[in-house]
């Protein structure tokens, strides 16, 4: 059980700091923090919109293991 419990937690470090990582490279959509960091001056240059869709895919299914992960951990806890 705790050889699960330490590949879970390994785990859920990995997948929050790559979800971290998806959510800050994603194109602001105007307004807020984007804008005041340049996301309005390059919004023509932005990136594809199959690049954008597939980042989204990326970041969902992180969130959704990440999510998982977290259950997981918490029922392992309960158990023990």
Known sequence: ??????????????????VI???L???GKGGGLS???GGGI???AGSSGVAERNLNR?????AVLW??????L????RVS
């Open 42 to 44: 390059s919004s023509g």
């Open 74 to 77: 918490g029922l392992i806890q």
């Open 25 to 27: 490279l994603h194109k």
């Open 1 to 18: 059980m705790d050889a699960l419990r330490i590949i879970l937690q390994v785990l859920l470090v990995l997948s929050s700091f790559l």
């Open 21 to 23: 990582v998806l959510v």
């Open 58 to 62: 990326i970041t969902i299914g992180l």
């Open 67 to 72: 999510a998982v992960v977290v259950v997981l």
């Open 35 to 37: 804008d005041m960091f």
